[in-house]
Antibody, heavy 121, light 110 residues
Framework: EVQLLESGGGLVQPGGSLRLSCAAS????????MTWGRQAPGKGLEWVSA????????YYADSVKGRFTISRDDSKNTVYLQMNSLRAEDTAVYYC??????????????WGQGTLVTVSS | QSALTQPRSVSGSPGQSVTISCTGT?????????ISWYQHHPGKAPKMMIY???KRPSGVPDRFSGSKSGNTASLTISGLQAEDEADYHC??????????FGGGTKLTVL
């Protein structure tokens, strides 16, 4: 069974940093794009970032570009999201999702259950 | 890139059909065959119900169908069941490795 399990969320002050992790199992992790999305309170889902198989390319939503960094460790079947210079508007449940192939992410399946990030003083 | 437009809420009685719309522009929905829909029960992982406009993943009931006309995509759920009550989100490829979601629609089964 394909599973994704996020961790690392919590409460952080504005301007602070946090690193999220997503541990994958049940599929050949190294051959898929991995992505992060989020859902702020009362809002819809938002695509945040993607990393191609083999780390061949990284992509970001405009709202996080320059502040967030996605990375992956294929030896640990884990994808990370380093979040710096956090703002109140980054408060959301963050989800990890598998992309559609090794170099595309035109759909997302499956998703993890999410980890909550709260940015507040 | 702006979020796609979905109705905030829709409702229907058991056994009825409902359609959820998702409106974008020629830069995303209108110009893409990569439209997907996700069912999200609060507190759980979102689940893909439709991909590539109208394809169903294995295990998704054929009561769920997707279509597109111009800049608007649609998700139709026929034979509504109580367990269909959830939030539904559309998503489109918007070019240059960018993906855009809609604001989500809350489906209430009366």
């Amino acid at each position: 069974e394909v599973q994704l399990l996020e961790s690392g969320g919590g409460l952080v002050q504005p301007g602070g940093s946090l690193r999220l992790s997503c541990a994958a199992s049940g599929f050949t992790f190294s051959t898929y794009v991995m992505t992060w999305g989020r859902q702020a309170p009362g809002k819809g889902l938002e695509w945040v970032s993607a990393i191609l198989a083999g780390g061949g390319g990284t992509y970001y939503a405009d709202s996080v570009k320059g502040r967030f960094t996605i990375s992956r460790d294929d030896s640990k079947n884990t994808v990370y999201l380093q979040m710096n210079s956090l703002r109140a508007e980054d408060t959301a449940v963050y989800y990890c999702a598998r992309g559609s192939s090794e170099n595309t992410y035109v759909w997302f399946d499956p998703w993890g259950q999410g980890t909550l990030v709260t940015v507040s003083s | 890139q702006s979020a796609l437009t979905q109705p905030r809420s829709v409702s229907g009685s058991p056994g009825q059909s409902v359609t959820i719309s998702c409106t974008g522009t020629s830069s995303d929905v209108g110009g893409s065959n990569y439209i997907s829909w996700y069912q999200h029960h609060p507190g759980k992982a979102p689940k893909m119900m439709i991909y590539d406009v109208s394809k169903r993943p294995s295990g998704v009931p054929d009561r769920f169908s997707g279509s597109k006309s111009g800049n608007t995509a649609s998700l139709t759920i026929s034979g509504l069941q109580a367990e269909d009550e959830a939030d539904y989100h559309c998503c489109s490829y918007a070019g240059r490795y960018y993906m855009v979601f809609g604001g989500g629609t809350k489906l209430t089964v009366l």
